[in-house]
Every structure is written in C-alpha cells, then in structure tokens.
C-alpha cells in the first residue's frame, strides 16, 4: 500500500526595516489554510543587519505556522527573493509583501484556482486601503490597488505582492530572480515575462485577496508618476530585448502616438482630477516605455536609505483601478 503525504507550501515574505512585517506574519498565521498541505512561513531580511530577526522570533512563539527566519543581504530585493527560494523545498511557493495583510482565503483561494487551472503560476489581487485624509481623486480611481495585465486574453507577466507558484513546474524550478534588476526594480516583471515565454501559464485567483495600508509618502502624484515612469522603463526594455532594430522604432513610434494621446486625454479631462490625472499618468508610463526602448538607466527603486521597505512594492506593470 502507497502511504499518502501532504503536499507542502512555503510562504515568503521579504522585508527591510519594517515594522508592519508583524501584522503581515498574524494575517497569515489567522487564515483558513487549504487541506491536504503542510504551510510553513519564511522571512527574509534584506537588511545588513539582522533588524528583523527578533521581531519575528518573538512572532513565531505564538504563530500556528512554524516560520523560517532567513537573514539576506543587503539592500537589493533580489537577493532577498532568492534566499527565499533557496531555503525551500515546498511543493508550492506564494510571496506576500511585508507591508500587506492576507485576508481569511487569501491562500485558499490561491491553491484552489492552481489546483483547478494547472497554471504555474496565481497571481492574486491587492486591495490599497486608503487612509481618511488621502486626495479624493486618489480614492476615486484606485491608483494603488494591483490586477495584473491580460493581452489578447492571457497574462504574460507578473508580480510578487500576491502570487502562488508551482515549484515542480519546469517554468519554474530552477528559476531566480534577476541581481541587477534588483535595486531599480522590474525583477519580477522579467521573472513572469520568463515563464510566460518558455510556455508557462500564469493565471488569477480574483477572490485571493491582501490588502495594503497606503502611507502618506505614497499618497500624492508624484510618487504615482515615479512608479508608473519606471514600471514603463522595465517594459520598454524587455521589449528592446526581444524585438530587433526595425521593431523596437516601430515599438517607440507606437508608444509616441499613445504618449500624445494620453497627454491629450489628461488636457480635455482637466475639470476632473481623477481623469485628468489617470491619463497624466498612462502618458508617464509610456514615455518610460520610450525611454526603457531606447536604454535609459532605470530608476533606483531599493537600496536607498530613503526607501521604505524592500519587500513592500510590487514592481510589476499592473493595471490599477
């Protein structure tokens, strides 16, 4: 007789400097974890030192989930990523960012779409929580929760903020996140975009939820604009990678016409602050496009002192509300 064994699922949270990794580790430790799994909680901290290694030796005391603490340094979100897939071994890996909650289904939710569809990899949804006081336009359109992008029916790329993998996957095993990409950003961009492109199936569990406080540093257009402008760098040079000379001055005349027509839109929608500003926004992103298309050095996301939070922002070109 074959004796039967759970299947396994790590869940990796990378961080630096955050104190909101404590609330992170409780949500995942309060959820309903899907049957048939062995779950586990691995931490990896990017900073030089080991800040967050009491915090979670004093969470994992009363945590259900046993938790791995991993120390990786230093300031580089890559490293971080894989530390954390080289401590496991689970049949399963998710990520969730240090500044995010899961909600009660969030991995059931998860497993369930991966064990239904087959995919390689589930993204999940975040919700962004506003805070009172942050700008009406902001609210309104819901420029910081994150849905990834379908194209011609399929997503090609993903994110880190909310995503389950199959670590026995041929599109995935083996596979690590890009070092140099690791302070600008865009690394797990690339890091789907791969698996999208050696054949793999990226799929979505609309009903996996987490949730993200959005702080005051983030509330306001200017760190909206610096986001989008280097998320469209990262998608401009994935395209310089994979298109030849002639394709990539098709790919910038393209992105021009949508660059004019954004700018146009943000002008005739000036009456409306959150019209105006989301197609200010889509022209910005698409001059990173431009800019990513013609080798421009990407913006440095991670590594400065000023950063809050290697773990907590995604990178991925997602489309948000």
């Known amino acids: 007789m074959t ?10 949270v990378c961080t630096f400097q955050r104190s909101q990794l404590a609330a992170t580790l409780r949500s995942v430790g309060e959820m309903r974890l899907p049957s048939g799994y062995i779950t586990r ?4 901290d990017n900073d030089e030192t080991e800040s967050a290694r009491t915090l979670v030796e004093r969470i994992s005391e009363t945590s259900p989930l046993p938790i791995i603490y991993v120390h990786a340094p230093a300031r580089n979100i890559s490293i971080a990523r894989n530390a954390c897939l080289d401590t496991s071994d689970a049949d399963l890996v998710a990520f969730i960012d240090d500044d995010e909650e899961a909600t009660t289904d969030w991995l059931f939710e998860l497993v369930r779409e991966a064990e239904t569809s087959g995919a390689d990899a589930v993204l999940g949804p975040v919700r962004a929580i506003y805070r009172d006081d942050a700008p009406n336009w902001m609210r309104a359109a819901d420029f910081h929760s994150t849905f990834p992008v379908w194209v011609n029916g399929e997503i090609r790329t993903g994110y880190t903020c909310n995503v389950l993998m199959d670590s026995r996957s041929p599109h995935v095993a083996g596979r690590r996140f890009n070092l ?16 999208h492109q050696t054949g793999g199936y990226i799929a979505f569990a609309s009903r996996a939820w987490v949730e993200e406080a959005v702080p005051d540093s983030r509330a306001n257009l200017r760190w909206l604009a610096r986001r989008r402008f280097r998320m469209g760098q990262t998608h401009g040079r994935l395209l310089a990678q994979d298109t ?9 005349a393209l992105v021009s016409a949508k660059i004019a027509y954004s700018f146009a839109s943000a002008i005739a929608m000036a009456a409306s602050p959150a019209g105006r500003n989301r197609g200010l926004l889509r022209g910005i992103m698409h001059a990173g496009v431009a800019g990513g298309l013609l ?12 950063s809050q939070g290697a773990g907590g922002t995604s990178s991925a070109v997602a489309r948000s509300r």
Do not use: H, W
């Open 295 to 306: 080798g421009s050095r990407e913006l440095r996301q991670y590594g400065n002192p000023s």
């Open 180 to 195: 140099e990409r690791g302070q600008t950003g865009g690394e797990d961009t690339e890091f789907f975009a791969d698996i």
């Open 244 to 252: 030849a000379i002639l394709g990539r001055l098709r790919e910038l």
């Open 41 to 44: 909680i691995i931490v990896s």
């Open 3 to 12: 004796r039967m064994t759970n299947k396994t699922i790590d869940i990796c």
